[in-house]
């Protein structure tokens, strides 16, 4: 199975905030990837699907980039509301496989 | 809207069966493939299992092949798990996912319901 590595697993920050969360395929996936934004209580969200395409009705703050073996996520200026865990997920080859999340707290 | 409500979850002794439903609506539910994701207890999302739009095609994730069954009616808009030989590691919340794309392979997963939790023990 590939195995999904994201950095950091957590991270705090304030409104307004540039932050980056990475994702590290153990081998080469292409661009067969996605980004899930997870809130409490709430099933996850998808926000970005083959490394860079914003799913319909996300907000332009997020985007994604990378190929091969590593990848980025970036919300450009921190909301309140997207204090949450945040997935990435390999669509390349079965079984599709998650990363283990990183948590975006308010500093 | 969109809309995914699983039902049938709950305990179980070891050993034993259960078999998950998920109600879809809110889209043409015969024009896309449809995922089981779970989530142990403290651990990841772990893929489980999907179905191509026409059912024709399933895949299996080895911790359940041989164990699990994933179908679907697409005149009744429902997608099904069943779940034999259940073992204490089949403990989780299990997530009904609907897929990007209609295959089932290479693909993302667009809606989740809420979730439902097996738990398996004695």
């Known amino acids: 199975d590939i195995q999904m590595t994201q950095s950091p697993s957590s991270v705090s920050a304030s409104v307004g905030d540039r932050v980056t969360v990475t994702c590290r395929a153990s081998q080469g996936i292409s661009s067969w990837l996605a980004w899930y934004q997870r809130k409490p209580g709430k099933a996850p969200k998808l926000l970005i699907y083959a490394a860079s395409t914003l799913q319909s009705g996300v907000p332009s703050r997020f985007s994604g980039s990378g190929s091969g073996t590593d990848f980025t996520l970036t919300i450009s200026s921190l909301q309140p509301e997207d204090f949450a865990i945040y997935y990435c997920?390999?669509?390349?080859?079965?079984?599709?496989?998650f990363g283990q999340g990183t948590k975006l707290e308010i500093k | 809207e969109v809309q995914l409500l699983e039902s049938g979850g709950g305990l179980v002794q070891p050993g034993g069966s259960l078999r998950l439903s998920c109600a879809a609506s809110?889209?043409?539910?015969?024009?896309?493939?449809m995922t089981w994701v779970r989530q142990a207890p403290g651990k990841g999302l772990e893929w489980v299992s999907v179905?191509?739009?026409?059912?024709?095609?399933?895949y299996y994730a080895d911790s359940v092949k041989g164990r699990f069954t994933i179908s679907r009616d697409n005149s009744q808009n429902t997608l099904y798990l069943q779940m034999n030989s259940l073992r204490a590691e089949d403990t989780a919340v299990y997530y009904c996912v609907k897929n990007l794309y209609s295959s089932g392979r290479r693909d993302y997963f667009d809606y989740w319901g809420q979730g439902i939790l097996v738990t398996v023990s004695s």
């Open positions: 179905i191509s739009s026409s059912g024709g095609s399933t």
């Open positions: 809110g889209f043409t539910f015969n024009s896309y493939a």
């Open positions: 997920q390999q669509a390349d080859s079965f079984p599709p496989t």
